[in-house]
């Protein structure tokens, strides 16, 4: 059973737009942990965010913010006023008890300038 | 500075050869990690190993091997490189404790084809 799902593959917006990218995760655990990693056009994989399943403060990075809501299973990314150099795959992945981490499918964003 | 390091960045090999890529991290970290990217199919965990000498299979270790004799190193074989493991391996290391708990730090990746 998939354990986080990003249902949107593919997202275009012009520049300076908002863009919201979903995940929701699926566990039995109590304690867990969620992230974002981001993986520009040259591959490598750059971690944005990690979450505790005990701590459902939204967080505000710059022009990035995510909302973490345990009552959806949900711990969504925005982009706000996006530029080109968001232009990206953006993967949430949920770690439970033993460390690893399963990755959700990934978003393509697309920024048109 | 700390960091984890891929070699070979690139690779084309036959099918049938064995092949074994390189990862190499400089942060003390217990845990190491091997996925493969897929178009479709996001990473998938390969192997992992919690610290010398542990090893265990992930969701697609079919094929594929790991050793651990050391806390930098964990080398990912083909043992008869065959056509669908064409695809991009990622290494990744994280600490079991501390502020940085769980938090992956990849390298940049190798990029196998197998002909």
């Known amino acids: 059973a998939q354990k986080v799902t990003q249902a949107q593959t593919e997202i275009s917006v012009v520049e300076k737009e908002d863009v919201t990218l979903d995940c929701v995760y699926e566990t039995r655990d109590t304690t867990y942990y969620l992230f974002w990693y981001k993986q520009p056009p040259s591959g490598e994989l750059v971690f944005l965010i990690r979450r505790n399943s005990f701590d459902e403060q939204n967080e505000i990075s710059g022009r990035y913010s995510w909302n973490f809501q345990k009552s959806t299973s949900s711990f969504n990314f925005t982009i706000t006023a996006s530029q080109v150099v968001d232009s990206a795959v953006y993967f949430c992945?949920?770690?439970?008890?033993?460390?690893?981490?399963?990755f959700g499918k990934g978003n393509q964003v697309v920024v048109i300038p | 500075d700390a960091e984890i390091t891929q070699s070979p960045r690139h690779k084309i090999t036959e099918t049938g050869r064995q092949v074994t890529l390189a990862c190499h991290q400089t942060w003390n970290h217990n845990n190491m990690f091997w996925y493969r990217q897929d178009l479709g199919h996001g990473l998938r965990l390969i192997h992992y190993?919690?610290?010398?000498?542990?090893?265990n299979k992930g969701e697609v270790s079919d094929g594929y091997s790991v050793s651990r004799s050391n806390t930098e190193d964990l080398p990912l074989t083909l043992e008869s490189a065959a056509s669908s493991q064409t695809s991009v391996y990622f290494c990744?290391?994280?600490?079991?404790?501390?502020?940085?708990?769980?938090?992956?730090?990849f390298g940049a990746g190798t990029r196998l084809s197998v002909l």
């Open positions: 992945a949920l770690s439970e008890a033993q460390d690893r981490l399963a």
């Open positions: 990744a290391s994280s600490s079991s404790t501390g502020t940085e708990k769980n938090i992956q730090y």
């Open positions: 190993s919690y610290g010398v000498h542990d090893t």
